[in-house]
């Protein structure tokens, strides 16, 4: 099972800027679909965004759609989300998460993934 492991999580102010990564295996990295979630206390886990194996295809949720921005770095393993104009609804436990195939084309449930980090904490203060 790939290992994953997101950092870059904090406490911000609204309108303020964040930056998640999600360091993954060498081995399975570049193969697969790679999707961010987020869970609030006492909410269901929300697909926010999902990118294409390569990269090259990205879609968000509305919730954040013109604020957050998803990209990788197959050469680093690395997963990126670069988080903008926060709001306090955006506090949340962030994950990564390995999906199962190079292009999932939607953003599919949580069970559709193979792999997920242990989670970043973001706090956005009003």
């Known amino acids: 099972q790939a290992q994953l492991a997101e950092s870059g999580g904090g406490s911000v102010q609204t309108g303020g800027s964040l930056q998640l990564s999600c360091k993954g295996d060498a081995l399975t990295f570049a193969d697969y679909a790679m999707g961010w979630f987020r869970q609030a206390p006492g909410k269901d886990r929300e697909g926010i965004s999902v990118?294409?194996?390569?990269?090259?295809?990205?879609i968000y949720a509305d919730s954040v759609k013109g604020r957050f921005t998803v990209s990788r770095d197959n050469a680093k393993n690395t997963l990126y989300l670069q988080m903008d104009s926060l709001k306090p609804e955006d506090s949340a436990m962030y994950y990564c998460a390995q999906a199962r195939s190079k292009w999932p084309g939607a953003i599919v449930p949580a069970s559709w993934y193979r792999a997920w980090g242990q989670g970043t904490q973001v706090t956005v203060s009003s």
């Open positions: 990118i294409s194996a390569q990269g090259g295809l990205q």
